[in-house]
């Protein structure tokens, strides 16, 4: 009797539908459409690569405006305990109630921009009310403190992936085809350096910055921690499940999933700073044609984010020396991407306007 093929897991089966997006057809046809309009050519300069960039991500030459929604993935983090953060970790719980009654800094980009907020409890400890606009995706209360013990176990990361996985499915299925992923977490700023240090095997004391606003020397003992959690776990980077469970959070891993999901799904996704991209680190780790499918919203003022863009090949939109995460990041991002989209989409072609285009030879 033939032995039955073991079904995919929902982290293998959407890793397997991630291809990678270059394709020289159709990016030819996206150019050639760029040199029709009225304009000289390559004038709009990265704003033309950021409509190859969707274009191929999506498999469309021609597309609507997309809906746009940017999720926040919110949880805490034992190595509070620590002593890492300016901020107590009750902080976390306060503002995914900031954000819900929309007096955050990423609510108020989201209304300038027409972008959906969706709040998503991956591990806060603090129990959220009933009635509150946000998504239970709770892992558990918080992760362990991953300076002494790993920051959880095996199951609790891959239900966090899977649960980023799912919303992205949601997000797909409900018609938005250009996303954000951003998060809060007191205390992620140092999960995320782990990371970061981990996956690219660099020393803490460079990729660890200041995060909430601690003192030189509170960041000196913030990265002593993160080596001694190195020390204790020893993360292998060739293992992105392990580096999530050992040193990572709840929230890092819903981003992750989130991003896989996406791709998976020919959705484009608008990425954060630090945190955002350490969780990129990790899906990209899992599926190495992901950053295909990704904007990189801007470039943090925490020193690990350069490390982590440069193993991704990420090259950001802005550069506003902005550390608050949120997504706000991703969030002015998403208003350029749109604004490259409409130009796209809107401006006449040369034949159109009745305007003539320069002649041949001419400089």
Same mark, same amino acid.
Request: with cysteine; hydrophobic share 45%.
């Given at each position: 009797?033939?032995? +039955? +093929? ?7 089966? $959407?890793?397997?539908?991630?291809? #990678? %997006?270059? &394709? !020289? ?12 309009? $009225? ?12 409509? +190859? ?20 993935? /919110? ?12 901020? !107590? ?20 980009? /989201? ?5 959906? !907020? ?13 009635? @509150? ?9 918080? $992760? ?26 949601? %997000? ?15 205390? &992620? $700023? ?7 240090? %981990? ?23 913030? %990265? ?5 959690? @190195? ?12 580096? @999530? ?24 996704? /608008?990425?954060?700073?630090? =945190? ?9 780790? @899992? #599926?190495? &044609? ?45 208003? =350029? ?27």
């Amino acid at each position: 009797m033939a032995v +039955a +093929a073991k079904q995919m897991s929902l982290i293998e089966q $959407t890793i397997s539908e991630i291809e #990678a %997006a270059e &394709n !020289p057809a159709l990016r030819s046809r996206i150019e050639q459409r760029l040199d029709n309009l $009225t304009k000289p050519r390559g004038s709009l300069g990265r704003l033309e690569q950021i409509v +190859a960039r969707y274009g191929l991500a999506t498999r469309q030459v021609e597309w609507l405006l997309p809906r746009k929604c940017l999720f926040v993935f /919110c949880a805490d983090h034992g190595v509070t305990a620590e002593g890492v953060s300016a901020y !107590p970790s009750e902080v976390t719980y306060q503002m995914v109630k900031n954000f819900v009654a929309g007096g955050a800094a990423i609510s108020v980009l /989201c209304r300038q921009y027409d972008i959906d !907020p969706v709040i998503v409890d991956m591990g806060v400890s603090h129990a959220i009310e009933a009635g @509150l606009a946000v998504i239970n995706r709770k892992v558990g209360p918080g $992760t362990k403190n991953f300076a002494r013990e790993a920051a959880m176990n095996e199951e609790q990361a891959i239900r966090s992936l899977e649960a980023g996985i799912r919303l992205a499915q949601a %997000a797909n299925q409900l018609g938005y085809r250009l996303l954000g992923s951003g998060e809060m977490g007191i205390g &992620n $700023t140092t999960s995320a350096s782990a990371i970061i240090a %981990a996956m690219a095997r660099r020393d803490p004391l460079e990729v660890t910055g200041p995060g909430t606003g601690i003192s030189e020397e509170q960041r000196q003992r913030k %990265a002593a921690v993160v080596a001694r959690a @190195l020390e204790l776990h020893q993360p292998d980077p060739g293992d992105p499940l392990g580096v @999530l469970r050992t040193v990572g959070g709840f929230e890092i891993g819903g981003m992750a999933g989130f991003l896989l999901g996406a791709a998976a799904a020919r959705i484009p996704v /608008c990425i954060d700073g630090l =945190i955002a991209t350490a969780a990129a680190l990790l899906a990209a780790g @899992l #599926a190495p &044609n992901l950053s295909d499918y990704l904007f990189f919203g801007h470039h943090s003022a925490e020193p690990g984010h350069r490390v982590a863009l440069e193993l991704l090949g990420g090259r950001p939109l802005l550069d506003l020396e902005m550390r608050l995460g949120e997504g706000t990041g991703a969030a002015l991002a998403i208003g =350029i991407v749109e604004s490259a989209l409409r130009l796209y989409r809107e401006m006449a072609t040369f034949s159109s306007a009745g305007v003539s285009e320069k002649e041949t030879g001419q400089q």
